[in-house]
Nanobody, 129 residues
Framework: QQQLVESGGGLVQPGESLRLSCVAS????????IAWFRQAPGKEREAVSC????????FYSNSVLGRFTISRNNAENTVYLQMNSLKPEDTAVYYC??????????????????????WGQGTQVTVSA
């Protein structure tokens, strides 16, 4: 059974940092595209970042580009999201998700939550003074 478990969320002040973890079980993350999404109350789920396939190519939304960094540790079967310079608008529940992407699949498919079939339970990130 494929499973993802997120951790690392919490309450921080603006400008501070957090590192989220997404641990996989039942499959190898190295063969998958892993994405982070977030959802704030009353808003749609938003794509934040992904690391694509075995090559590990990273992608970011414009709202986090330059502040967030996605990485993968294949030995630990874990994907990380390092979040720096956090802002109040980053407050949301953060989810990681997994899917197998074909070699010819367009890069921007990662922005669609419907493309991913395995999801974690989410971890709350709150940025507030």
């Amino acid at each position: 059974q494929q499973q993802l478990v997120e951790s690392g969320g919490g309450l921080v002040q603006p400008g501070e940092s957090l590192r989220l973890s997404c641990v996989a079980s039942g499959f190898s993350l190295a063969d998958y595209t892993i994405a982070w999404f977030r959802q704030a109350p009353g808003k749609e789920r938003e794509a934040v970042s992904c690391i694509r396939g075995s090559q590990g190519i990273p992608f970011y939304s414009n709202s986090v580009l330059g502040r967030f960094t996605i990485s993968r540790n294949n030995a630990e079967n874990t994907v990380y999201l390092q979040m720096n310079s956090l802002k109040p608008e980053d407050t949301a529940v953060y989810y990681c998700a997994a899917a197998r992407f074909g070699l010819l699949e367009p890069d921007d498919r990662w922005r669609s939550a419907a493309r991913f079939d395995t999801w974690g339970q989410g971890t709350q990130v709150t940025v507030s003074a």
